[in-house]
């Protein structure tokens, strides 16, 4: 139940097109949905995160899309750049238990290629 | 504002050695965790303190890691004694709120 589910494991994608990532959750208390961001020998950064009450949020080229009753999160990156190229994880907490545990994807390597 | 500060950034040792990781939060931050990633893997939480307090160490081995916060600042992890299956990426991480805002790591290779 506590686990958040992932994929693809990787993913080649051209220049300008557009990287679609998912993810899916089992424990309907979850209640923030982050997507990190990863670069080698670096930590994971914050990309954007959305909360159940929405369905999408929209950051840049960065969209989250949200469905509630199927337990499915996606991050969809338009016009993807070789700079994206990257490790992406989606991560699961329950913000209203108060412990802000964040349960992570397997990740998803992403290759952008020009 | 400066970052998660992380130390050493590589550690080899042989198993049943014993090993130690320091970590300086953005300042401010309560929140301290500590992640293990496998390679491969996503980053799995061993322990979490709030101040110097801990809020969740379930999934810390403890008859081998034991982590402190000093005086709600820095802290350290530590493995003793160490095992092969321990190799991996060590992150620390903090938050003010709901951010968590992770160091490089530290990469731990056991022989």
């Known amino acids: 139940q506590q686990q958040v589910k992932q994929s693809p494991q990787s993913l080649i994608v051209q220049k300008g097109g557009i990287s679609i990532i998912n993810c899916a959750y089992e424990?309907?208390?979850?209640?923030?949905f982050p997507w990190y961001q990863q670069f080698p020998g670096k930590g994971p950064a914050l990309l954007i995160a959305?909360?159940?009450?929405?369905s999408e949020k929209k950051e840049g080229r960065f969209t989250i899309s949200f469905n509630k009753s199927a337990k499915q999160f996606s991050l969809h990156i338009m016009d993807s750049q070789p700079g994206d190229s990257a490790t992406y994880f989606c991560?699961?907490?329950?913000?209203?238990?108060?412990?802000?545990?964040?349960?992570f994807g397997a990740g998803t390597r992403l290759a952008v290629h020009p | 504002e400066a970052g998660v500060a992380q130390s050493p950034r590589y550690k080899i040792i042989e198993k049943r050695q014993s090993v130690a990781f320091w970590c300086n939060p953005i300042?401010?931050?309560?929140?301290l965790y500590w992640y293990q990633q496998i390679l491969g893997q996503g980053p799995k939480l061993l322990i979490q303190?709030?101040?110097?307090?801990?809020?969740?160490d379930s999934q810390l081995p403890k008859d081998r890691f034991s982590a402190e916060r000093l005086k709600g600042v820095d802290s350290t992890l530590k493995i003793q004694p160490a095992k092969l299956e321990d190799s991996a990426v060590y992150l620390c991480?903090?938050?003010?709120?709901?951010?968590?805002?992770f160091g490089p790591g530290t990469r731990l290779t056991v022989l």
């Open positions: 991480a903090s938050s003010r709120e709901r951010e968590q805002f």
């Open positions: 424990n309907t208390a979850f209640d923030y």
């Open positions: 959305i909360r159940p009450d929405v």
């Open positions: 991560a699961a907490a329950r913000l209203s238990g108060g412990y802000n545990k964040l349960i």
């Open positions: 300042s401010g931050h309560a929140t």
């Open positions: 303190f709030q101040n110097n307090g801990v809020v969740d």
